[in-house]
């Protein structure tokens, strides 16, 4: 029983649904301050959707004695979890952590306790080594990512950026890995632009067409011809922007009735070859081209980021190869993770976690072997920060 392990199993426990710490963050908290990090509760949201985000920071030695500048390096992550599914299904109690097999089960094991946990761990053997090291370290903790991420890292990132306050480096314990710890990390995600697109018709008696105005008729060339734009060619670190229609709803639900109205729900993944103001202008243009009765209302989920090969990356990269032997890839697939907040005042940001084959899943599962693995690289990644402050 490793401490990385212990304190993943005792993370587990804790049912921790979105928006619910089940007092996840206390428990970290209780951690931290020994080590001389000063930890703030930050609640945010309505009663009936209250969230509990975490603040740590430990001063560098030189900035306690000398109220020097210091770089500040910080691990994020959330400790809220997705709902479990049928329990039914589940080989054992998702909040009653068990190993089975060399592996550790439990919701939240993958996605992200076992990252937490690692990440905890490698600070409390990081500054057991290196007391007064020159590197600041912090830590930021939400109960809001799995949900409507409206009041969880947005808002600590907010606080952070009206104090003045500025993070150098950030890792997220994101699980990035396929088949190893470290074989990729996310150095930057894709924009999220969703619509909800209301096309106007007449409804009527589907025998007599020339007395209504079929919505689904009208908007399906606009439709065909969205599918079939380039909205961009991507980049060296990003695919190409996406569009994709989710949802289509219209009718009354009878066969003889033309609809009156039709609602369609698409999302555009984008790149930084693109931003959502030309995304918009180019959709409606299309709309307007086939003289669309419709009304359209947007939501930007996040735009996209990226932190190009440099001091984090080479970092993180080396300890990489350091423990595991693993050239690691850099990738920007995948959907959005809170990276996106705090790329806003944070130059440099990566993920990297565990395997992510089993997060949501039923039997949510990490192996015993990734969590140590993990924690030494996360420990290895301060080490290398902390060597090029003093070389």
């Known amino acids: 029983m490793t401490p990385s392990l212990a304190l993943a199993q005792q993370l587990i426990e804790r049912p921790s649904l979105t928006p619910s710490d089940a007092l996840c963050q206390q428990i970290i908290a209780e951690r931290l301050r020994p080590l001389g990090f000063v930890c703030e509760t930050i609640c945010s949201g309505p009663d009936s959707f209250r969230v509990t985000n975490l603040w740590a920071k430990r001063p560098a030695a030189m900035a306690r004695h000398a109220n020097a500048a210091s770089p500040l390096a910080v691990f994020a992550g959330h400790t809220d979890v997705v709902p479990t599914g049928p329990l039914a299904q589940w080989q054992s109690d998702p909040f009653t952590p068990t190993l089975r097999a060399g592996r550790l089960y439990g919701r939240g094991a993958a996605d992200m306790k076992a990252s937490i946990a690692a990440f905890v761990v490698a600070i409390e053997e990081f500054v057991a080594a290196q007391p007064d090291t020159a590197l600041a370290l912090g830590v930021l903790l939400t109960s809001d990512e799995e949900g409507p991420a409206l009041d969880g890292t947005v808002k600590v990132c907010e606080a952070l950026a009206l104090r003045g ?36 018709g007449v409804q009527g008696h589907i025998a007599y067409p020339q007395l209504a105005q079929n919505p689904i008729h009208l908007v399906a060339p606009a439709l065909a011809e969205l ?3 380039e909205w961009d060619r991507g980049n060296a670190f990003f695919q190409p922007t996406s569009w994709q229609v989710s949802n289509i709803h219209g009718g009354t639900g009878a066969s003889n009735v033309i609809a009156g109205e039709l609602v369609i729900d698409f999302n555009f993944r984008f790149s930084t070859e693109s ?27 996040g735009s996209p980021f990226l932190t190009e090969p440099g001091t984090l990356v080479d970092a993180v990269a080396l300890a990489i190869k350091s423990e595991s032997g693993i050239n690691t890839v850099l990738s920007t697939s995948g959907g959005t993770s809170d990276g996106r907040f705090i790329a806003q005042i944070c130059p440099q940001v990566i993920e990297l976690g565990p395997p992510n084959a089993s997060i949501h899943a039923i039997d949510e599962y990490v192996d015993l072997v990734e969590i140590e693995t993990l924690k030494n690289i996360y420990r290895r990644v301060l080490e290398n920060l902390s060597l090029r402050l003093n070389p």
Do not use: F, M
């Not at 890792?171 to 096309?199: F, H, M, Q, W, Y």
């Open 275 to 301: 931003t959502p103001k030309t995304l918009q202008s180019r959709l409606t243009a299309v709309l307007e081209r086939h003289a669309l009765n419709y009304e359209l209302n947007w939501t930007l989920g």
């Open 227 to 229: 599918v079939d734009i």
């Open 165 to 200: 306050e500025r993070l150098d480096y950030c890792i997220v314990g994101e699980p990035t890995a396929l088949a190893r710890s470290g074989d990729t990390i996310k150095n930057g995600r894709r924009g999220s632009l969703s619509g909800r697109l209301t096309v106007k």
